[in-house]
Nanobody, 116 residues
Framework: QVQLVESGGGLVQAGGSLVLSCATSRSIFNLYTMAWYRQAPGKQRELVARISRGGTTNYADSVKGRFTISRDNAKNMMYLQMNSLKSEDTAVYYC??????????WGQGTQVTVSS
């Protein structure tokens, strides 16, 4: 059973920062592209940031310059540093591991609420 476990969500004031973490197994972490998605109430789930096995990153335009995705290969951990948070960043954030179109796993989600 593949597990992705997120942590680090919470309530923060606008302009503040949070760090999300995602832990998974070594076999998944070494093979899969890792990503963060989010889903706000009444909206579709959207890609926030993605990081390849080699460390190549890409971001949604809405978070560029504010969020940083990273991975620690020694710990099988992925992170999302979120700075200058805005109310529109409020959502449930999900960790995702994907092997192209072949396979994909999701975490249970962690709530991020930004108060204005």
């Amino acid at each position: 059973q593949v597990q992705l476990v997120e942590s680090g969500g919470g309530l923060v004031q606008a302009g503040g920062s949070l760090v999300l973490s995602c832990a998974t197994s070594r076999s998944i972490f070494n093979l899969y592209t890792m990503a963060w998605y989010r889903q706000a109430p009444g909206k579709q789930r959207e890609l926030v940031a993605r990081i390849s096995r080699g460390g190549t990153t890409n971001y949604a335009d809405s978070v560029k310059g504010r969020f940083t995705i990273s991975r620690d290969n020694a710990k099988n951990m992925m992170y999302l540093q979120m700075n200058s948070l805005k109310s529109e960043d409020t959502a449930v954030y999900y960790c995702n591991a994907a092997l192209g179109a072949v396979d994909s796993y999701w975490g249970q989600g962690t709530q991020v609420t930004v108060s204005s």
